[in-house]
């Protein structure tokens, strides 16, 4: 069994930047796929980013390409995605997940049935 924990949501301004933190346990997830999605209130949980093991190999949303970038720790076990130039429409609460692969692929799911780990959400407040 594995546990993801989100942190490094808030509130902040448009334009403003947070750098939110996926901290793993219970297993080793140095090989699987961590993603992270958000859901906004009335909406459904949308992808925005993945990083594969290889470093390189990650993939975004087209609404936050060139704002956002994922990056991960292995050593540390936790993936962070550094938010920039933070728009009202990226309010939401933000889940990260991970998806059990190993070193023979870096292939990314994009969507949530290709994850089989999930955290409870931070929740992201941005103002106009």
């Known amino acids: 069994q594995g546990n993801l924990v989100e942190s490094g949501g808030g509130l902040v301004q448009a334009g403003g930047s947070l750098r939110l933190s996926c901290a793993a346990s219970?297993?080793?997830?140095?090989?699987?796929?961590i993603g992270w999605f958000r859901q906004a209130p009335g909406k459904e949980r949308e992808f925005v980013a993945a990083?594969?093991?290889?470093?390189?190999?990650?993939y975004y949303a087209d609404s936050v390409k060139g704002r956002f970038t994922i990056n991960r720790d292995n050593a540390k076990n936790t993936v962070y995605l550094q938010m920039n130039s933070l728009k009202p429409e990226d309010t939401a609460v933000h889940h990260c997940?991970?998806?059990?692969?190993?070193?023979?692929?870096?292939?990314?799911?994009?969507?949530?049935?290709?994850?089989?780990?999930w955290g409870q959400g931070t929740k992201v407040t941005v103002s106009s």
């Open positions: 997940a991970a998806a059990r692969t190993d070193y023979s692929s870096i292939f990314i799911p994009e969507g949530l049935n290709g994850y089989d780990y």
């Open positions: 219970g297993r080793t997830f140095s090989s699987y796929v």
């Open positions: 990083a594969a093991w290889s470093p390189g190999s990650t």
